[in-house]
């Protein structure tokens, strides 16, 4: 007669399975790095297999119980986007992360709130000019946009003003992520699929852990559009285009962000 697992026996299987897995992963990572460090394998080449572990490693993480890590590989995947090639620098930085997730794996506990945000802070951010032109803020901002033409062009503005940004194109996944790890702001596309930019700024300003954090909406729309007038109060407007750098400024000011 067959003994059917219990749901216990079950999870902690799938999780034994996943860690497994997941070390398998790093391991194929962290060589595909040290082969880039000796130059026996092209950048490209190395690059493509990185984004796709760390893919594969941000939407196992959360299903089994390791929500942690993928938090990091999100940032991972976020460091890796429109890198062209591995200098020195971010084969130092792939090194962090890689060891950061390794840990995350071997855990028999994975951290709190508090713990995580500590965790996710200290991961390395790539900034596409000298460090030492800007002046770098702890501040993070999560920016939510399905377009991944205005995440890169924002992103790259945020960025040169000194912030750590964050992109998410799904907003669902958006809240998952703010209610993890509180971002010093939110910015939010007012039109996005399944959940606007509104709805979401609403959802996340009902919960405890994110009602105090600053958020803005990202529009094309004029200021005197009827469509802004359900925005609530305290939510600030960024326009995209020209008037972007003006009304950042001017969200940065009001909320104090530096």
Known sequence: MTVLASPDD???????????????????????VSDAEKGLRADAEVLGLLRLETHNLKGMGTSFGFPAVSLVAHRLEDYLA??????DRKLADLHIFLDRIAQLVDRAEQPQLAETNQIIRALPVRYQFEVTDVEIRNVEIMLVTPSKVVARKLGTEMAACGYRTVTVGDP???????VRVPPDMVIASMVMDGLSGLDLIRGLRAMSVTRDVPMALLTSLNLDNPALKEIPPGVSVIRTGEHFGEDFAAVVAKHNLG
């Open 10 to 32: 079950l999870e902690a299987q799938l999780r034994i399975e996943f860690v497994d897995d997941a070390r398998d992963r790093l391991e194929t990572m962290n060589r595909a």
């Open 82 to 87: 429109g890198v062209p090639r591995l200098d």
């Open 172 to 178: 669902i996944e958006s809240i998952s992520l703010a």
